[in-house]
Every structure is written in C-alpha cells, then in structure tokens.
C-alpha cells in the first residue's frame, strides 16, 4: 500500500529543545516535501527536495532544516523550537515532475506544540 | 503569484450530488487535485486530473476541468454522511515545485 508516514503524530515541546519530524515513504519517489497548515493561513511550503541531497526552500523555510541522505526520507529539523512553530505539518512525495504518474500523497500530518 | 479560491460552505442532503467548485489563475499548472480532510485527520487524494483533460470520472466522484475559464469542480454523486469533511483544491506549480492549495470548503451533509 502506497504511504507517507510521519512520526511523531503528536508532539508538545518547550521553546529552544530541538526537535526532528520524521518522514517515510514506500513508493520510491523523488519529489518530497513539507507543509504546514495554520488557521487562517491554510497550507504552505516550508521545504521540498527533487531527490536525494537536492533540496531547496519552499514559502516558510525560515525556523526549519531538511536533509535528505535516503530517497525514502526526509526528517524536518526545528533546531530551536518557537511558540510560532506551533502548528500541524504534513509531509508529502509524488514521482519526479514532468515524469511518471501525477500522484501527490500526503501523510496523516504531525501535531506541534511549543510552549 | 497563484491563487486559488474556493466557497466556504456547502450543505446538502444526504443522497443529494455536491459539487464544489473552485477557481485558480495560473493557466501553466500540470496538475489539479481534491483532497479531502476529515476532523484530525490528514490530507487523502480523492483525485486529481491532468490539465490536457477536461474529465475524469472515479465512481462517485466527477471532476470538470474548464481551462479557458480556469474552473475545477467537484461532483460527489449519492452523497453520504462520511463525506462530510473539508475539501482541498490544490494546483500544481511546475515553476516553483509545490502546490497551492485553496482555503478549503466544509462540506455538511444532512441525514
């Protein structure tokens, strides 16, 4: 079965201890991504990677890190949470653009608190 | 830069069609799709259509593709009360690598 995994699902955390979302999926795709959905703002891109140690930023970089050693991973990293951070993050992965079928799945979404 | 818009709300009646429409501004996307969000739950494709087509069909759902008019709509037939949910537009951007979503409609399903 196709699939996007997060972890953790749900998460509340302090101001500054750093802190990594995990990403995983199973369908050997090149584009992966992240997005954050804040009321009011809706979803937005915060960093994308066209394959394996190719990464750029999206709309909202500012506050994360990515990398991508795997082509089936790609952890996002709050180096030093804040209160802003505050939100639910989804991660996401399709075939390489322009190639293949146009398929864009999302995971079940991460839960972030920062106190 | 892109946007898409969608209505708010829709209500309908249990083994009614819905159809929820949206509009987007850029002409060069590649791909549409409709997501659905379930309360505390993640985004699920529904479908998607690629923008050289005007039709696509997946059992109950019909998606309508007007690129002249940059129109996507959404016909959910023999609607149901687990298809109440928020319902996602997104575009995809072949310039910038992401998809812009639209702010989502909450579609109400009554018994």
């Known amino acids: 079965e196709a699939q996007v995994t997060q972890n953790p699902r749900y998460l509340i955390t302090v101001t500054g201890k750093k802190l990594t979302v995990t990403c995983s999926q199973n369908?050997?795709?090149?584009?992966m991504s992240w997005y954050r959905q804040d009321p009011g703002l809706g979803l937005r891109q915060i960093y994308y990677?066209?394959?394996?140690?190719?990464?750029d930023k999206g709309d909202v970089p500012e506050g994360y890190k990515v990398s991508r050693k795997e082509k089936r991973n790609f952890p996002l990293i709050l180096e030093s949470p804040s209160p802003n951070q505050t939100s639910l993050y989804f991660c996401?992965?399709?075939?390489?653009?322009?190639?293949?079928?146009?398929?864009?799945?999302f995971g079940e979404g991460s839960r972030l608190t920062v106190l | 830069g892109e946007d898409v818009e969608q209505s708010l709300f829709l209500s309908v009646r249990e083994g009614d069609s819905s159809v929820i429409n949206c509009t987007y501004t850029?002409?060069?996307?590649?791909?549409l799709y409709w997501y659905k969000q379930e309360p505390g739950a993640g985004l699920q494709l529904l479908t998607y259509?690629?923008?050289?087509?005007d039709m696509k069909q997946d059992q109950r759902l019909t998606v309508l593709l007007n690129k002249k008019d940059k129109h996507l709509s959404l016909r959910i037939a023999d609607t149901q009360t687990g298809d109440s949910a928020i319902y996602f537009c997104?575009?995809?951007?072949?310039?910038?690598?992401?998809?812009?979503f639209g702010s989502g409609t909450r579609l109400l399903v009554r018994p």
């Open positions: 997104a575009v995809w951007m072949d310039s910038s690598y992401k998809l812009i």
């Open positions: 259509i690629f923008s050289n087509m």
């Open positions: 990677s066209m394959n394996v140690e190719v990464t």
């Open positions: 850029d002409s060069s996307s590649t791909y």
């Open positions: 369908m050997n795709h090149e584009y």
């Open positions: 996401a992965s399709r075939s390489r653009p322009g190639q293949g079928a146009g398929e864009l799945f």
